[in-house]
């Protein structure tokens, strides 16, 4: 069945309902789960707030690590962020932590959409001269590969007037559309401003970060709990070919294909976190020497059994054997052969 929501077309089908259905069912079950979990909660969060400020960025190119994200997150100093790839990742960390905070108190208008990209920008010597402004030249959409190479993903809204009134018409569809079912709303806002791309620089990164913002508006607040960030990247290949096949019917596009991505990619990241809470009961039966080595683990991760001694002062035969406990109960995975076998959280 074709319907029209906002300026695209789209498929309601029976799989799409589906989806739909399934996503929300887990939602209605949230709350009940939210309080079972309040402290395994608080570090998944932790650890999904890495994962997602690490993962945003290496989509657009960055090069840090969750570990170096990490590391630089745990003791920010903003005299010493002299790198870009350093001042985009504190960027990204303070508006997802802003939003996180305060997402009841920001609304979608162009005012604040315009002050979270000032803050994503904020500490970003070269993007000074436009952050939190709306483009001045045309910007089209380009993916970056690991070798280094870059390919245009699709052509965008002139800037100028144009950009400006596309994004007020987005924004006001969205805050008066109450008959489209919230997750369509959400998909089809990211969408458009992707399609729009309004501002110079930093547009992929703040479409993440209003996906959260829009979900967590909208109640679906295990949304913090694990990385939406981190499944577009593990997906980057089809979230571009997607968003370029879709983009490129426009105007009047049909988008199932982007709607069905995105609730995919949240119906991916549900159950990810269903698995992550069922290991994290797991977590509270392990004895403390096991709770130990866990940890040393999800703070390290590829470390070596031999490191694991030294640092714990745990005899070697002890962590290789509690290492071999914890990899039949499926809460770690080995990496390599040999002697350069290393151990990270599943």
């Known amino acids: 069945m074709n319907n029209g929501v906002y300026n695209f077309k789209l498929n309601i089908d029976w799989n799409l309902i589906n989806l739909i259905s399934e996503i929300d069912r887990f939602d209605a079950n949230w709350t009940a789960i939210e309080r079972k979990e309040g402290q395994s909660l608080k570090e998944l969060k932790s650890i999904a707030t890495v994962r997602s400020v690490g993962a945003s960025n290496r989509i657009e190119g960055n090069k840090m690590s969750d570990e170096e994200v990490d590391v630089l997150l745990q003791e920010i100093d903003i005299t010493k962020l002299t790198d870009r790839d350093s001042q985009e990742v504190v960027g990204y960390f303070?508006?997802?932590?802003l939003i996180s905070e305060s997402y009841e108190s920001i609304s979608v208008t162009e005012n604040h959409i315009k002050s979270l990209h000032n803050s994503l920008m904020k500490?970003?010597?070269k993007d000074q001269?436009?952050?939190g402004n709306y483009k001045m030249h045309s910007n089209a959409v380009e993916a970056s590969?690991?070798?280094g190479t870059r390919q245009i993903i699709f052509q965008t809204t002139e800037a100028g007037f144009a950009t400006e009134?596309?994004?007020r018409q987005l924004i006001n569809w969205y805050n008066s559309e109450t008959e489209v079912h919230t997750l369509i709303k959400v998909a089809s806002f990211i969408y458009d401003f992707?399609?729009?791309?309004?501002?110079q620089d930093g547009n992929g990164r703040i479409s993440r970060l209003i996906s959260t913002l829009l979900l967590l508006k909208n109640g679906y607040k295990w949304i913090q709990y694990v990385s939406f960030e981190?499944?577009?990247e593990n997906r980057k290949?089809?979230?571009y070919q997607v968003l370029r096949s879709c983009q490129a019917q426009r105007p009047n596009e049909d988008v199932t294909d982007w709607i069905m991505f995105f609730l995919n990619c949240l119906s991916n990241i549900q159950s990810q976190l269903m698995i992550k809470l069922q290991k994290s009961g797991l977590e509270t039966q392990l004895s403390s020497k096991e709770k130990s080595i866990y940890s040393i683990i999800q703070n390290r991760p590829n470390i070596q059994s031999g490191e694991i001694s030294e640092k714990l002062g745990i005899p070697a035969p002890t962590v290789k054997r509690i290492l071999s406990e914890l990899l039949k109960k499926g809460l770690i995975e080995k990496q390599g052969k040999g002697r350069n076998v290393s151990y990270t959280i599943k």
Do not use: G, Q
């Open 129 to 131: 001269w436009h952050k």
């Open 94 to 97: 303070e508006v997802l932590d």
């Open 145 to 147: 590969f690991p070798d």
């Open 194 to 199: 992707l399609s729009v791309h309004p501002f």
């Open 165 to 167: 009134d596309a994004i």
């Open 123 to 125: 500490y970003s010597a």
């Open 237 to 239: 290949n089809e979230y």
């Open 230 to 232: 981190h499944e577009i």
